[in-house]
């Protein structure tokens, strides 16, 4: 890249000279574009491989090479002379070209995030690199016997006793007090980054950078926590009638271990039936593969290069990676045959064929999901199908009585489940807010603050500890979380237009998409292909005919009588 801008400076005088001076800018930019994609593409293709390795194997040394690729590729971000070049052609105006100007987009927010200088820049790859690394191989201990998120999950999804329980619970917790240190160091060190580029802090940079306004989110966010505040109320109430009843305890004493899942961010299954039976004689990646290909969105070669089940020092978390935007597409799963692992192989498959299907005739840079949050409502109107009682049906060959017995349960089920996440969201988004307006606060205290009004779950007596330390998004993809949100809401918009204007049917019910290759069609032409040539809300209303709102999610999840 070093003798790039000199070229360009150099063309530039060519074009000049032969009249056309019209176009000088948009030249310049498609020879620095050329040239930077020539760079990068290779390194970052690697990078992705390295990060990869580490994560199928724990290794420090696969850590290590992955994040030096980071820095590498941060490094090429972090060109001053590069950046002052793309802010002098956004200022110019002159990049009229859509598909150039929106590559032009794309590059001056990637080299804006990266202007600072090496060594802090190399500090906080570093950093975050370890703690990575603690995070994937860190195993909580229950009696001095280390154990699995899988095995905490499944004392905390069946174990009726409460001490055991809360043993469990407080394994989970044990990895936050490994690394909390280390992750206010580097919140602290993003602080300082953020500040240096003019922003008022990190969380404020972040969204700035991924199209995003604070003030919008937290409008957005409010508007939840009207909405849902009855809802939730009440149907919590049921709830912690069931979960106190299950551990014989009363409602009073009921406290976050007694919870199916360490964060309460999950539905507990306590409505008399039990859809993990469903799935416990069956293959789930097998039922996942016949699904995609039944809906025109084949993923065998996805499944042939991904990690799907357990071992020892393999990172315990589910993700989806594209390699190299050319089709290298790759899953990580810890695969029990279960409904919650039914649910996560839907949900990562759903972010791997998004990748998969972007139209390699789109530039490279563009290659991606046009938001974090649309790969992500992708992934959730997928996921959802795992409790859906017409999918249980088709895809596990159930009887009549069988999807009779699911549906008594499954719209509640649903329904808590949506309330839950989205009072879930509302934590993560709003002390990851808090977290990095004041990162010397009494964070320990912030967190159950939080969790307690959005929640409604308990602080344990006497309880001060960096438990908020122990979700991994905030060391590995801070100011994300609100994205699952946003994603939410997307994923019912999307199923609303394919059910009324793809599918042409007047209601939603029975439908599975099982076999609908319709919609598949319409995911694959009008979500996938475009990969980032639109801002996210272009793509949206181009999609389904109107911008993101979350009327559709409301009426489906909150106000359930309410109907399109």
Same mark, same amino acid.
């Given at each position: 890249?070093?003798?790039?801008?000199?070229?360009?400076?150099?063309?530039?005088?060519?074009?000049?000279?032969?009249?056309?001076?019209?176009?000088?800018?948009?030249?310049?930019?498609?020879?620095?574009?050329?040239? /930077?994609?020539?760079?990068?593409?290779?390194?970052?293709?690697?990078? @992705?491989?390295?990060?990869?390795?580490?994560?199928?194997?724990?290794?420090?040394?696969?850590?290590?090479?992955?994040?030096?690729?980071?820095?590498?590729?941060?490094?090429?971000?972090?060109?001053?002379?590069?950046?002052?070049?793309?802010?002098?052609?956004?200022?110019?105006?002159?990049?009229?070209?859509?598909?150039?100007?929106?590559?032009?987009?794309?590059?001056?927010?990637?080299?804006?995030?990266?202007?600072?200088?090496?060594?802090?820049?190399?500090?906080?790859?570093?950093?975050?690199?370890?703690?990575?690394?603690?995070?994937?191989?860190?195993? #909580?201990?229950?009696?001095?016997?280390?154990?699995?998120?899988?095995?905490?999950?499944?004392?905390?999804?069946?174990?009726?006793?409460?001490?055991?329980?809360?043993?469990?619970?407080?394994?989970?917790?044990?990895? #936050?007090?490994?690394?909390? #240190?280390?992750?206010?160091?580097?919140?602290? %060190?993003?602080?300082?980054?953020?500040?240096?580029?003019?922003?008022?802090?990190?969380?404020?940079?972040?969204?700035?950078?991924?199209?995003?306004?604070?003030?919008?989110?937290?409008?957005?966010?409010?508007?939840?926590?009207?909405?849902?505040?009855?809802?939730?109320?009440?149907?919590?109430?049921?709830?912690?009638?069931?979960?106190?009843?299950?551990?014989?305890?009363?409602?009073?004493? %009921?406290?976050?271990?007694?919870?199916?899942?360490?964060?309460?961010?999950?539905?507990?299954?306590?409505?008399?039936?039990?859809?993990?039976?469903?799935?416990?004689?069956?293959?789930?990646?097998?039922?996942?593969?016949?699904?995609?290909?039944?809906?025109?969105?084949?993923?065998?070669?996805? !499944?042939?290069?991904?990690?799907?089940?357990?071992?020892?020092?393999?990172?315990?978390?589910?993700?989806?990676?594209?390699?190299?935007?050319?089709?290298?597409?790759?899953?990580?799963?810890?695969?029990?045959?279960?409904?919650?692992?039914?649910?996560?192989?839907?949900?990562?498959?759903?972010?791997?064929?998004?990748?998969?299907?972007?139209?390699?005739?789109?530039?490279?840079?563009?290659?991606?999901?046009?938001?974090?949050?649309?790969?992500?409502?992708?992934?959730?109107?997928?996921?959802?199908?795992?409790?859906?009682?017409?999918?249980?049906?088709?895809?596990?060959?159930?009887?009549?009585?069988?999807?009779?017995?699911?549906?008594?349960?499954?719209?509640?089920?649903?329904?808590?489940?949506? !309330?839950?996440?989205?009072?879930?969201?509302?934590?993560?988004?709003?002390?990851?807010?808090?977290?990095?307006?004041?990162?010397?606060?009494?964070?320990?205290?912030?967190?159950?603050?939080?969790?307690?009004?959005?929640?409604?779950?308990?602080?344990?007596?006497?309880?001060?500890?960096?438990?908020?330390?122990?979700?991994? /998004?905030?060391?590995?993809?801070?100011?994300?979380?609100?994205?699952?949100? %946003?994603?939410?809401?997307?994923?019912?918009?999307?199923?609303?237009?394919?059910?009324?204007?793809?599918?042409? %049917?007047?209601?939603?019910?029975?439908? @599975?998409?099982?076999?609908?290759?319709?919609?598949?069609?319409?995911?694959?032409?009008?979500?996938?292909?475009?990969?980032?040539?639109?801002?996210?809300?272009?793509?949206?209303?181009?999609?389904?005919?109107?911008?993101?709102?979350?009327?559709?999610?409301?009426?489906?999840?909150?106000?359930?009588?309410?109907?399109?």
């Amino acid at each position: 890249m070093k003798t790039l801008l000199m070229f360009i400076s150099m063309m530039s005088m060519s074009v000049f000279f032969l009249g056309c001076a019209s176009n000088v800018e948009e030249k310049q930019m498609q020879t620095f574009i050329t040239s /930077h994609v020539d760079t990068v593409k290779p390194i970052q293709k690697e990078q @992705s491989l390295a990060w990869w390795d580490a994560a199928t194997t724990g290794k420090s040394e696969d850590y290590d090479r992955a994040g030096d690729l980071t820095l590498k590729i941060r490094r090429i971000y972090s060109d001053p002379k590069e950046f002052a070049f793309l802010k002098e052609m956004k200022d110019s105006g002159q990049v009229r070209d859509a598909v150039l100007a929106r590559q032009l987009d794309v590059l001056y927010r990637g080299y804006l995030e990266n202007q600072m200088e090496p060594d802090l820049l190399k500090t906080i790859v570093d950093l975050s690199s370890e703690i990575e690394e603690k995070f994937s191989t860190f195993r #909580g201990t229950i009696g001095g016997e280390k154990v699995t998120d899988n095995e905490i999950k499944s004392i905390l999804k069946n174990q009726t006793d409460s001490e055991q329980r809360k043993q469990a619970w407080l394994a989970s917790k044990q990895v #936050g007090v490994a690394v909390a #240190g280390d992750l206010i160091e580097l919140i602290k %060190l993003r602080n300082q980054a953020a500040k240096k580029l003019g922003f008022e802090n990190y969380h404020t940079m972040s969204l700035d950078l991924v199209e995003q306004d604070v003030e919008e989110l937290d409008k957005i966010f409010a508007e939840l926590y009207e909405l849902t505040n009855g809802p939730f109320a009440a149907l919590k109430v049921d709830l912690d009638k069931k979960l106190a009843a299950n551990c014989d305890v009363s409602v009073s004493d %009921l406290m976050p271990w007694h919870y199916h899942d360490p964060f309460f961010q999950e539905t507990p299954m306590v409505y008399e039936l039990d859809l993990d039976v469903y799935y416990a004689n069956k293959d789930v990646k097998e039922l996942a593969a016949a699904f995609y290909n039944g809906i025109g969105l084949k993923v065998e070669s996805v !499944l042939a290069k991904s990690d799907l089940y357990e071992r020892e020092g393999k990172n315990p978390h589910a993700f989806s990676t594209d390699i190299d935007r050319e089709g290298d597409v790759r899953i990580l799963c810890n695969i029990k045959n279960n409904e919650s692992w039914m649910e996560t192989i839907l949900h990562e498959l759903g972010h791997a064929v998004y990748d998969k299907y972007h139209d390699l005739e789109v530039p490279y840079l563009l290659r991606q999901p046009a938001h974090a949050f649309t790969t992500e409502a992708v992934a959730m109107f997928f996921g959802r199908l795992s409790r859906n009682p017409a999918w249980m049906q088709q895809m596990l060959d159930l009887s009549d009585a069988q999807r009779r017995e699911i549906e008594q349960v499954s719209g509640k089920y649903m329904q808590l489940k949506q !309330l839950i996440f989205a009072r879930w969201a509302m934590v993560m988004y709003n002390f990851e807010k808090g977290l990095y307006a004041d990162p010397d606060q009494d964070l320990n205290a912030l967190w159950w603050r939080t969790v307690e009004k959005y929640q409604l779950i308990q602080k344990p007596d006497g309880r001060d500890a960096p438990d908020w330390a122990a979700k991994i /998004h905030f060391a590995v993809a801070p100011c994300y979380y609100h994205n699952y949100m %946003l994603g939410e809401l997307l994923a019912s918009q999307l199923h609303h237009h394919i059910v009324r204007e793809i599918l042409k %049917l007047t209601s939603d019910e029975n439908v @599975s998409y099982a076999g609908q290759r319709k919609a598949g069609a319409f995911l694959r032409k009008n979500v996938f292909e475009a990969g980032d040539l639109y801002h996210w809300n272009e793509m949206i209303e181009r999609a389904t005919g109107e911008p993101l709102t979350a009327k559709y999610f409301v009426a489906q999840f909150v106000n359930t009588r309410t109907k399109y």
